[in-house]
């Protein structure tokens, strides 16, 4: 039998600007996110990412305890493990102060992948679109209001 060689990981990826699929869930993936204040604060501050971290969010759906984003760095923008552990802060306290709920809000890990071509995003999103009808929290993915996008991304 012939020896199989596998193909080498590649240690790294280069793209110009890549686009990220992100997932941040909360601690214990409690169910606190889709009360309508805390929604509204959560795409506030995705809304208010190129101002305050220098990241530029597509679309977006919150679930109850977890939220998928797309996103992109600016030329001015942190590294993003910097911006989610800025973003996870900023969120936590006004979600606190809202709901009194105490900490810790978020998990300290998050999920991240590269996507690499405008086919790989709009797949991306179809099935994360799709989450609240696959949760039985809607019958049709247009009736989830914790969703939207902020800026076109573009490849």
Not at 78 to 98: H, S
Request: hydrophobic share 40%; charged share 25%; aromatic share 12%.
């Amino acid at each position: 039998m012939p020896e199989r060689r596998h193909l080498r990981r590649l240690h790294s990826i280069w793209l110009k600007k890549p686009v990220y699929f992100l997932t941040v869930c909360t601690a214990g993936r409690r169910p606190i996110l889709y009360q309508p204040k805390v929604a509204a604060l959560l795409i506030k501050t995705l809304h208010d990412a190129p101002r305050v971290h220098g990241w530029i969010v597509g679309r977006f759906v919150i679930m109850p305890d977890h939220v998928h984003f797309f996103c992109t760095a600016s030329s001015e923008a942190k590294e993003l493990p910097a911006f989610i552990k800025d973003w996870k802060r900023w969120t936590a306290r006004q979600i606190e102060e809202v709901t009194g709920i105490p900490p810790p809000i978020w998990q300290l890990e998050f999920f991240d992948h590269v996507l690499r071509s405008p086919e790989s995003y709009s797949d991306k999103w179809k099935y994360v679109r799709e989450n609240p009808v696959r949760a039985g929290l809607v019958a049709d993915a247009d009736a989830w209001p914790h969703q939207g996008e902020c800026e076109v991304l573009r490849f």
